[in-house]
């Protein structure tokens, strides 16, 4: 299967979990995973197998951290 029809399975999965604020790769509860906060007020959410992510106290929003955020 090419990879670009396995993306478009993969991300309304991830989009769901991240809402729900669940890891995408291990469904994990991000809130159980280390949170450091950063300067624009946001939190690094790193999760227990290793994925990061950013949440925004704001809206209460997940997402995945970039590449430059790391
Ligand atoms: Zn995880």
Do not use: H
Not at 28 to 49: A, Y
């Amino acid at each position: 299967m090419p990879t670009i029809m396995i993306k478009k399975l993969i991300e309304p999965i991830q989009m769901w979990l991240l809402a729900r604020g669940q890891c995408v790769g291990c469904g994990r509860p991000l809130k159980n995973g280390v949170s450091e906060k950063r300067e624009d007020g946001t939190f690094k959410v790193t999760c227990s197998c290793g994925r990061i992510f950013i949440y925004n106290p704001k809206n209460k929003k997940y997402r995945r951290a970039l590449f430059d955020e790391i």
